[in-house]
């Protein structure tokens, strides 16, 4: 198996993909545009940061396996991974902690105006009256906006600081929330709303993009915090801007909506960068983070080649063509499943999804084909006439 790495991966990582029998390239310094003439005969691709395109994707003639060495994964093309049968599987929850760490820090030094302090005393300006004005945030409203783990992580560092949390996800239920210690929004406009400050943990997608947008904005509170260390397109840029000049909102934020790439020195929006505190999309980069992520990759690698499935694959069909199950009961020989596989061929039928499990002795096993249309009874007496079948049934 040959395993090519275009980001950094700890020492302690190369050695475990090493010891699987893994022949290993490791070009941390690799970038978007490099990687088309870089994935050569790769059968495995593992990124962090560098954009996986749909170049790469075809030039990848043996590639079969995209890993994220993190949790978003809207820096790979998916559809075009997808149309060529190349699984993609990512690090979920690995990095909460660190994301929520920064987010809560972020929100302090919103409040508090730790940037621009410390500008202006480097610049030898002191300015006590000015910058000893904050809020707090003991006992004031922290929503939640995305309540998987990062912004559970949230959730509990707001309260450990004394602050009341409410919260609105789309799979959030109000037995859900009372479990969780957080007060239920039933929409994101009610919880930004009732916010003192809001923190944004969303993944980036279409149903997603601009999700914070100029009616969610306009229904916060003047003054109040808005801290993003999701994805930059999740907000739009352009009511922010125009949000915190007429609210006086307290913004900081980690991402930014075509924000520059992991090795690029320079950052365009300079108007944005006035207006808030901000850091450099760190939210995952600690090390405690890439020690995490990188047992990860190792595992998801090794799930692989024992199983032939990836762990965290995210993008398998969600929901099934098929309208109904064969279950065929049978010895286990060889040709069996072959000549149920060549009726329903004929029959012009396809399969969607196939499971076969063999029974202790190995005598007899359990196929489980999930079919995009039903059999006619002519097929079905000829699948049962297949030699070594035992028994059949449609469920």
Request: aromatic share 4%; charged share 25%.
């Amino acid at each position: 198996m040959k395993i090519l790495i275009a980001d950094k991966l700890s020492d302690t990582a190369l050695k475990d993909l090493g010891s699987l029998g893994a022949e290993i390239t490791f070009e941390p310094g690799l970038g978007a545009g490099d990687l088309p003439g870089a994935i050569a005969d790769a059968e495995i691709l593992i990124v962090r940061s560098t954009k996986v395109t749909a170049d790469t994707i075809d030039k990848g003639a043996n590639l079969s396996l995209i890993i994220r060495a993190g949790a978003g994964v809207n820096t790979i093309d998916l559809e075009e991974a997808s149309s060529r049968g190349i699984h993609v599987a990512n690090c979920p929850g690995k990095n909460a902690d660190a994301v929520a760490e920064l987010a809560m820090g972020l929100m302090i030094a919103a409040d508090r105006r730790i940037a621009d302090g410390t500008m202006d005393l480097r610049n030898g300006v002191w300015n006590k009256k000015l910058y000893g004005k904050a809020a707090g945030l003991k006992g004031r409203t922290l929503s939640v906006i995305g309540m998987g783990s990062i912004g559970r992580g949230c959730a509990e560092r707001a309260k450990a600081f004394g602050m009341n949390v409410a919260a609105w996800s789309r799979s959030l239920t109000p037995e859900k929330a009372e479990a969780w210690g957080v007060e239920y929004c039933a929409t994101p406009r009610e919880a930004a709303s009732r916010a003192d400050a809001l923190s944004v943990h969303l993944a980036a997608g279409k149903a997603t993009k601009h999700f914070i947008d100029k009616e969610i904005l306009d229904a916060m509170k003047d003054g109040s915090i808005l801290v993003n260390t999701s994805r930059g397109e999740v907000v739009d840029t352009a009511a922010l801007k125009q949000a915190i000049k007429s609210k006086g909102l307290k913004v900081a934020i980690d991402v930014y909506e075509n924000e520059p790439g992991a090795s690029d020195k320079e950052f365009t929006d300079t108007e944005l960068a006035a207006l808030v505190t901000g850091t450099h999309h760190i939210g995952a980069s600690t090390d405690q983070s890439s020690d995490a992520i990188a047992g990860e990759v190792v595992n998801i690698v090794k799930a692989y080649l024992e199983t032939g499935k990836p762990l965290h694959q995210v993008n398998h069909q969600e929901k099934s063509s098929g309208i109904i199950n064969l279950v065929v009961r049978h010895f286990n020989t060889v040709g069996v499943l072959a000549g149920v596989l060549d009726e329903l061929r004929t029959a012009n039928i396809n399969i969607e999804e196939m499971e076969n499990s063999v029974f202790s002795g190995g005598q007899a096993a359990v196929c489980t084909l999930k079919l995009d249309a039903s059999p006619s009874d002519s097929i079905l007496e000829k699948v049962r006439g297949i030699k070594n079948v035992i028994q059949i049934a449609l469920k």
